[in-house]
């Protein structure tokens, strides 16, 4: 069965950046989408950033001109790049993926922290 491993996580100073990195077991091309999903303390798991099979791309409101989704069909690997990072992004990050538009988002990562700090 296909697994997805996050990994680039870390403490980071505010206005800083970090890159995410989503190795999956298999190829992503049997992937309808892909995404990035992040929890916060006290909050719920929300959307980040999603790309789909054709390369479409969608952000949350928040993160817009901030960070970018990437894949690399050849590595199996999904990305996400943040810059001018906020305290308000402090979260746990997770990869997400669905084999079709008619399910749910049914693979993910174990997380990975991202610590915005001064």
């Known amino acids: 069965q296909v697994q997805l491993v996050e990994s680039g996580g870390g403490l980071v100073q505010p206005g800083g950046s970090l890159r995410l990195s989503c190795a999956a077991s298999?190829?992503?091309?049997?992937?309808?989408?892909m995404g990035w999903y992040r929890q916060a303390p006290g909050k719920q798991r929300e959307l980040v950033a999603r790309?789909?099979?054709?390369?479409?791309?969608n952000y949350a409101d928040p993160v817009k001109g901030r960070f970018t989704i990437s894949r690399d069909n050849a590595k199996n690997t999904l990305y996400l790049q943040m810059n001018a990072l906020k305290l308000e992004d402090t979260a746990v990050y997770y990869c997400?993926?669905?084999?079709?538009?008619?399910?749910?988002?049914?693979?993910w990562g174990q997380g990975t922290q991202v610590t915005v700090s001064s």
């Open positions: 997400a993926a669905r084999t079709s538009a008619a399910t749910m988002y049914g693979y």
């Open positions: 298999g190829s992503i091309l049997s992937f309808n989408a």
């Open positions: 790309i789909t099979s054709g390369g479409s791309i």
